[in-house]
């Protein structure tokens, strides 16, 4: 049987294609940490509080090559 490719590859490529990116106005928990130089988890609780209290919303983004999630104020862009 003839190899038509790389599914693996062609599968991280299709990812790429339908996974969000983070915008302009978004930021991670890791550009919040490196900010702040807060310790991980008590950054990463703490902007989670800040979404439950809907001081900020978040959604899911691919950045540096890995899932994140991506926060912005609440009353920012959708």
Known sequence: ?????????LMMQMAEL???KIRDD??????FI????M???TARQFL???VKKGVLK???VRHNGKANNAYSAATGAK
């Open 26 to 31: 978004e930021f991670t928990s890791d550009d």
């Open 18 to 20: 339908v996974t969000p």
């Open 48 to 50: 989670q509080d800040q």
């Open 1 to 9: 049987m003839k190899k038509i490719g790389n599914a693996e590859k």
């Open 58 to 60: 978040s959604r899911k």
């Open 34 to 37: 490196k900010k702040t130089n």
């Open 39 to 41: 310790a991980a988890r």
